[in-house]
């Protein structure tokens, strides 16, 4: 399937939405914690400052949307393949 499929797909939706509740930051978690504790949690690392940068654009954008941003960025680390394939 293409990517798209993948990421339009229900259960890779439902899957990023609770990894994000299972996260349990709450409201008062800022929003570089929370970057940082997605990152943690799917590649098991800091994220890097251009990668901040980015995170931060895509935030911006999914926000101006009126979009909850956090579960699609959980859901984009998820397709990447530094998650999807183990050097």
Not at 48 to 66: C, G, H, P, Q, W
């Amino acid at each position: 399937r293409p990517l798209a499929a993948e990421l339009a797909d229900p259960l890779a939706q439902r899957l990023a939405a609770a990894l994000i509740e299972d996260l349990a930051l709450g409201e008062s978690a800022s929003r570089e914690e929370r970057i940082a504790a997605i990152f943690k949690r799917v590649l098991q690392r800091e994220p890097t400052a251009a990668e901040k940068i980015r995170v931060t654009r895509f935030l911006n954008v999914e926000e101006s949307r009126d979009v909850d941003p956090w579960p699609l960025l959980a859901q984009s680390l998820c397709m990447l393949n530094a998650f999807l394939y183990v050097d």
